[in-house]
């Protein structure tokens, strides 16, 4: 069964065609984030318009990269939400018309599902249940996943994503958007241990995080060091992203403890960040977990990730209809299934 997705919650148009849930046939993404940089954060607006030129010519790659037609689709997934309300309304839109046109069944895709869907595409994925980490610039979830498509929230941040942390201490110390990549390449030659950075709700019995506390320190600590000579900088990045990685590890196998579960999969945006990787990865070996992490290119936002979930749900029977609109944020509930 041939899927194509569809994303544009945030500032990638991507379209991509999957075969049965798990097969990678073509995977397009066309990402706004060097006209974004100049602002130094996604401009909603423009996004929208950036996702309503590039939508056409973006199906239309993933479907030559297939080597196929239209003809050749057996369903739609196209992101629903959460996102921005403007950018998902183009790809969503346009998932409906061409599901009519075509006769074709369409998934509405939840974005943070799909993000956990990522890691079915890898040739050898996280075995259920699992414990799984979502972690981008809007998001820091921790679910049990206890099969296909029962993703129960075990916990998440109660104020800054990790990614906006990453993204707002890179803009606080000069660094370009999106902060993630900039911040991990400067702490590579900084020692971690130097400046020692609060690490949040780590004593807490529960599985939910807090960063905003963390980018104070950072914030102040800048201010009170005016002097960032001599690889300082370099010193800060690194005590921040450890700080970080610290409390995503522990809670992180806190959780496969508490669940008994021998997997943990990563997935979103930070999960590009290769030394969160290698620590949570040595670490988990210590309690026999073994981790999981999508390649850079699903690691970010894709639509492979959309048609992978999409996939799911159209075998599920979970049809979406012309009157179905998209949203912007989900109501999460500790303990419940989304
Ligand atoms: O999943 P994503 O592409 O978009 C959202 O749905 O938010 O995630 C983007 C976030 C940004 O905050 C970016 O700074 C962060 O992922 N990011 C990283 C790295 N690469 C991207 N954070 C830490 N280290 C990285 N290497
Ligand atoms: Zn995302």
Known sequence: ?????????????????????????????????????????????????????????VVDQALAQAGISLDDIDGIAATQGPGLIGALLVGFSYAKALAWARNLPLAGVNHLEAHICSLQLLDNP????????????????????????????????????????????????????????????????????????????????????????????????????????????????????????????????AAARDKNCADIGIAGGVSANRTFVDILSERAERHKIKVFSPPLSLCGDNAAMIAARGWEMIRDNQICGLGDDVYSRVKFTVGAAN
Request: hydrophobic fraction near 45%; proline fraction near 6%.
């Open 1 to 57: 069964m041939l899927i194509l997705g569809i994303e544009s919650s945030c500032d990638e148009t991507a379209a991509a065609v999957v075969e049965d849930g798990v097969r990678i046939r073509s995977s397009i993404v066309a990402s706004q984030v060097s006209t974004h940089a100049i602002y130094g954060g996604v401009v909603p607006e423009l996004a929208s318009r950036m996702h309503l030129e590039a939508i056409d010519p």
């Open 126 to 253: 996280p075995g259920f249940p699992f414990i799984s980490l979502v972690v981008s610039g809007g998001h820091t979830n921790i679910y049990h996943v206890k099969g296909p498509g029962a993703f129960i929230l075990m916990g998440q941040t109660r104020d800054d994503a990790a990614g906006e942390a990453f993204d707002k201490v890179a803009k606080m110390m000069g660094l370009s958007y999106p902060g993630g990549p900039a911040i991990e390449a400067l702490a590579k030659k900084g020692d971690p241990e130097k400046i020692k950075f609060p690490r949040s709700m780590l004593k807490k019995d529960n599985f939910d995080f807090s960063f905003s506390g963390l980018k104070s320190a950072v914030a102040r600590h800048l201010h009170e060091n005016p002097d960032m000579s001599e690889g300082r900088p370099a010193h800060v990045a690194a005590g921040f992203q450890m700080a970080v990685i610290d409390v995503l590890s522990t809670k992180l196998i």
